[in-house]
């Protein structure tokens, strides 16, 4: 038997300061800010959501930056990129060309990686 998935209702990150957190998301990243009560949402794009979490506020504990990442499509990444530059945001590297797209490494400010990227192929 399998599960009949709809769409992602959101992606969870987990953060140890979350008025840090808000600021970098909502502020640097621009991200619209959907929902407040309990944890701040953020829109991403036409189709995802942004939670952020406090893990000890549901008696977790934040035992590592989340490695695995989470990729934003952008128009553009090199434009995305430089304005994110400008905000003081600090880039793992280059802009890779993988024959089909273009990404870009950096991380919020617990550590947790994201990627601007775009498929230049379709």
């Known amino acids: 038997m399998t599960i009949e998935v709809e769409h992602v209702d959101f992606w969870a990150v987990p953060v140890t300061d979350m008025e840090r957190s808000k600021q970098f998301y909502g502020e640097t990243l621009g991200l619209p800010l959907v929902s407040e009560p309990g944890f ?27 490695d695995a ?18 905000k003081g945001v600090e880039f793992n590297g280059e802009i890779l060309d993988t024959g089909v797209c273009h990404m870009t490494f950096f991380a919020d400010p617990d550590g947790n990686q994201i990627v601007l990227h775009r498929n230049y192929t379709r």
Do not use: M, Q, T
């Open 40 to 66: 701040p949402e953020y829109k991403l794009g036409d189709n995802g959501f942004l939670y952020l979490l406090s893990l000890e506020a549901i008696g977790g504990k934040f035992r590592a930056p989340h």
């Open 69 to 86: 990442g989470f990729a934003l499509r952008v128009p553009d990444v090199a434009e995305a990129r430089a304005a994110l530059e400008a």
